[in-house]
């Protein structure tokens, strides 16, 4: 039997079916208070929910008066605020606490959605803690275009509202009721195509739901409830393998986001079909490993699979970008050479892809050892995808040719930790000065370690 009818929530309407254990909630954008009458879109935004369904606390957060209090004080430590009284015994002081904390994460990974909706509300801190920043979603989003789309891991949405600016239709999957009923009002703000949002563990609706889609994308779980920092596929949740024999079937490409940790190798050769493989880069870290499969095609050697190592600019524009195989790096030929007026340390993305070979063919540079990912030359080289310095000396690795100066210190290729280096030579942190112990090899001589003393190239 169906039971229809319509319920009125703050601040949203809903139109509810009942069919058999789920219940379809379709968000009527035209009667949400924060759309004007020149603003109404046509899509819908589409909520299955496993349960009965109830009209959440998290709503009481949209209320005018805790709107401005949250914004008010979204930038306060969390731990001091929750030492005080609510301005009102009502309130839900814990959701806006949370709520405040998980502000200040998406305040450093998706500035731009509280600076143009300042009413979106978050999921707790730690399903952000995984999320894609809005430059590498912009990013890896580009990548692919077509009409239909499916984001397997939805989260917090950022990267399904990247998607759905290149995709037609797109379907967000979201096993946690509260965290898909957050989404659902988020995406309902920030899209402006039709993005449907099913709350439902992914296997299930792989195995019962998935239609055909151009691209269905994966960001699986990477922490449990005893440890986080999974890398490993066979550990994440959902499980890429189990999921392969109907997403091969249902997919034309197929997208997934692992741990930076994963060793690329390994993951060419556990997923079988990648056609590509991008090392993102952003704000100094290797961020995203991203492996494109196309089950449709024969499967590439390891050694011919193209891998491409970018660093994005804020916006999520590709600096830089290189692009080699596997074969290309072992057939590169590298000349070594003692430190000379220019010194180059690629950025995180190539340190993580592996070309170092191949990065000193292409830019016409010397390594400093076969072990020591650095590289020098006479010339700027002004392209190089990683930061250049000028070197201004050359010492030993002793606390007297430092003098306890302000320094940055690198090792490279060199045993021990950078703390523990740096309390043996008396440095103090920051300065213009930077300093790189290295082990160098001169020609063919015996390998030995230094010091670099180098100030960054303009």
Sequence with gaps: MIHEGTIGVFPLFYSRYMLNRYIFCFFDLNKYAHYSPQNKRKNHYFLSVNSSFNFPMWQQLLQPDIQAFIQQHQREQVSLLALQQPPDKSWPWAL????????????????????HHPQLLFPKAGVLEQASSAATAAYKAGLVHGSTMVDLCAGAGVDAWAFSRHFSQTTCVEQDPHTAELLAHNLSLLCSRPVQVVCMAAEEYVQQ?????????????????????????????????????????????????????????????ELKCVEAVQVVAYRGECKELLFILNPHTPPLAQEQVPITAVPLSETGQPQNRFEFTRAEEQAAEVAFSAPRTYLFDPGPALA??????????????????????????????????????????????????????????????????????????????????YLFACTIQDGKKKARRVLIHAQKAD
Aim: proline content about 6%.
């Design 352 to 433: 993580k892809a592996g070309a170092f070979g191949l990065l000193a063919a292409r830019y016409g540079l010397y390594k400093l050892h076969p072990s020591t990912h650095l590289y020098t030359s006479d010339q700027p080289c002004p392209d190089f995808p990683g930061r250049r310095f000028r070197i201004t000396g050359l010492t030993k690795v002793d606390k007297a040719a430092v003098k306890g100066e302000a320094a940055n210190l690198s090792l490279k290729n060199f045993p021990g930790k950078v703390s523990e280096l740096k309390k043996q030579l008396g440095l103090r942190d920051g300065g213009s000065l």
């Design 96 to 115: 806006i606490l949370d709520q405040i904390k998980s502000r200040q994460k998406a305040l450093q990974k998706i500035p731009q959605w509280l600076a």
């Design 209 to 269: 739901h998935l239609q055909q889609a151009e691209l269905v994308y994966l960001d699986p779980q990477r922490r449990n409830a005893h440890r986080k920092g999974l890398y490993r596929l066979a550990d994440t949740s959902p499980n890429i393998h189990t999921l392969m024999p109907i997403l091969s079937r249902k997919a034309h490409k197929i997208m997934l986001k692992a741990s930076p940790m994963l060793d690329i190798s390994l993951g060419i050769k």
